[in-house]
């Protein structure tokens, strides 16, 4: 008897990948700057995007879409920072956001009262390395915690991305973590990187992400 195959994750990728250029078209339209923040689960993501918001909500709108395999416990951590309504996608199991729930959450968004949309995928460093959400960037988090050779373990994840942020640097004295390596590591994947070095703990290096994050709305950086 014949076989018949059907390439079913190719026809969902293309159809994610439209989808995704309608959410991107959607969002340059109105000047919109979307990041989407990728690690692995405990990295930090959340806890940097709580300060954010504290630091940064009341000067510029920015409108949050958070992913999780179960539960909506991160959006009601970022809903106390921030007056905006703060959009859970719970996966139900899935190991990614896709650009339909991205889509679908846009619809809650007055997009002209924003200039920035911050996506929290859901923590994995392989799933959502593939799929495009309509970002302008993908940013890649891994703590001291999870040792140097997470670029070379999930190249394609930071190869993908645009910038990089390594958290949990407070931690540093209490570990043999090496930073040099690590950034040796991610520029050997993707030279292109531009890194963070940051503490959403102590605060150190927020100000530099802080700094980014206005540049990237254009708000004029003081020299």
């Known amino acids: 008897m014949a076989v018949r195959t059907i390439e079913v994750r190719e026809r969902v990728m293309a159809r994610n990948d439209e989808i995704a250029a309608e959410v991107r078209a959607r969002l340059a339209a109105c000047g919109v700057v979307a990041l989407n923040l990728v690690s692995s689960p405990g990295s930090g993501k959340t806890l940097l995007l709580e300060r954010t918001l504290a630091a940064l909500g009341p000067e510029f709108g920015i409108a949050v879409v958070t992913g999780d395999v179960q539960t909506q416990n991160d959006a009601d951590r970022l809903a106390a920072h921030t007056e905006r309504l703060v959009q859970a996608v719970v996966t ?31 923590g994995n460093l392989v799933c959502p390395a593939a799929w495009d959400l309509g970002e302008t960037a993908k940013v890649v988090l891994f703590s001291t915690t999870e040792g140097e050779d997470k670029p070379l373990k999930y190249p394609t994840m930071f190869r993908n991305a645009r910038y990089a942020v390594i958290t949990k640097v407070d931690l540093l004295p209490h570990l043999s973590y090496d930073v040099d390596l690590a950034l040796a590591n991610a520029r050997a994947v993707n030279p292109n990187l531009r890194f963070f070095q940051t503490s959403a703990t102590t605060g150190e290096g927020l100000e530099e992400w802080f700094t980014f994050l206005r540049g990237q709305v254009g708000i004029p950086v003081a020299r």
């Open 92 to 122: 139900g199991g899935a190991c990614h956001l896709d650009a339909s729930q991205v889509m679908a959450a846009l619809d809650a968004i007055d997009l002209k009262e924003i200039q920035l949309l911050i996506i929290e995928n859901v």
